[in-house]
């Protein structure tokens, strides 16, 4: 017995010692941040993460500022630990919400969905907030460094939502040797706590996890979109295809059903109507773009998971059961420890 809680005593420290860069830029008990869930990560899901050690994020997504406002305020009467918000770039309103954020004192602001606009990071800067971006290459990364990014977070192909073409494990390999300025969190794919302390040891400060908080007790998410969480597995995590080259589609990874079929027939007849004469090619782009127009809330809240749009990243099949937050946590926690203590 004693030599086992020696062991476990030096995995934990070793763990404690690779992501002690990232618990202190997040103010965590541990370096593990929830990814911004459009309609899952809100005040719920991310009071519960905060409350647990980990660093929640709300997802701004398409919010207005009225209801920003209100979430962020919403999230503090159910935590009073670190979280974040997550703000999208092409947001009309960004500068506003990134003005909702300094009124309220958020700590630390994620700019996500392209490369940051100068004045949104002096803006997020001006009133003292952390700021932590997006980088799908070292060469940006270095350049939002010099623009003012106090962290960044490097996501490969294997998560859900939009993606970018690259995995995990490679684009690790490419960055976190590079940048070492800052911290780097890593994302996509990781639902264990083994992938958690090998990126640690290559590196990087922490990571960040989207997908296996979803089926969470604490997540708003439908019982029947948790339950597709639970029943799929990493071949049922699929990136939407582009059927026409004049009709570009930014890849988005899902749970197959019937709306990812319906999609492909959609972009089938908008071409052929194109072809025909009978849309211009402008039309024909609109058309696509609006087909999953409210989708993911029609899933998420709605349970429709057949017409919905159902964003999963490839760890969906280490989705075994709905639990706590704080039981999710612990067993990431444990593993990472007990993959420590072999080395």
């Not at 993460?49 to 701004?60: M, R, T």
């Not at 706590?193 to 997540?219: C, D, K, N, P, W």
């Not at 989708?295 to 639990?323: C, F, H, P, T, Y």
């Amino acid at each position: 017995m004693a030599d086992s809680e020696t062991r476990s005593t030096i995995g934990q420290q070793r763990l404690n010692n690779l992501w002690s860069r990232g618990c202190l830029f997040l103010g965590t008990e541990t370096a593990i941040m929830c990814g911004a869930m459009s309609w899952v990560s809100e005040r719920n899901l991310v009071a519960a993460i905060s409350n647990a050690g980990g660093f929640g994020v709300i997802a701004c997504g398409a919010m207005p500022v009225e209801l920003l406002e209100k979430e962020i305020a919403a999230t503090k009467l159910l935590t009073s630990k670190p979280f974040g918000v997550n703000l999208i770039t092409m947001h009309p309103q960004l500068m506003d919400l990134i003005a909702v954020c300094a009124a309220a004192n958020v700590s630390h602001v994620v700019l996500a969905g392209g490369v940051p606009p100068g004045p949104a990071i002096e803006a997020i800067k001006a009133y003292g907030a952390k700021l932590l971006c997006f980088t799908p290459t070292a060469a940006l990364g270095k350049k939002l460094i010099r623009s003012g990014a106090d962290a960044l977070v490097i996501e490969g192909s294997e998560a859900g939502g939009h993606i970018g073409p690259v995995s995990t494990s490679v684009l690790a390999q490419e960055i976190l040797p590079e940048i070492r300025d800052i911290p780097v969190f890593v994302a996509g794919g990781i639902g264990r706590g083994e992938a958690i302390a090998t990126y640690l040891q290559m590196g990087a400060s922490g990571v960040q996890l989207g997908t296996r908080f979803v089926a969470a007790h604490e997540s708003i998410a439908h019982q029947a979109f948790k339950k597709a969480f639970i029943r799929g597995n990493a071949r049922d995590a699929v990136a939407s295809v582009q059927i026409d080259p004049r009709f570009p589609v930014i890849p988005v990874r899902a749970l197959k059903n019937a709306g990812t079929e319906a999609f492909n027939v959609k972009q089938l007849e908008v071409a052929a109507k194109v072809s025909a004469g009978e849309l211009d090619q402008m039309q024909g782009q609109l058309e696509i773009e609006h087909f999953w127009a409210g989708a993911l809330r029609r899933a998420v809240i709605n349970g429709d998971i057949e017409n919905g749009s159902l964003m999963a990243g490839q760890s969906v099949g280490m989705v075994k059961s709905e639990q706590s937050v704080t039981d999710i946590m612990a067993e990431l926690v444990g593993q990472a420890v007990g993959y420590l203590e072999r080395f």
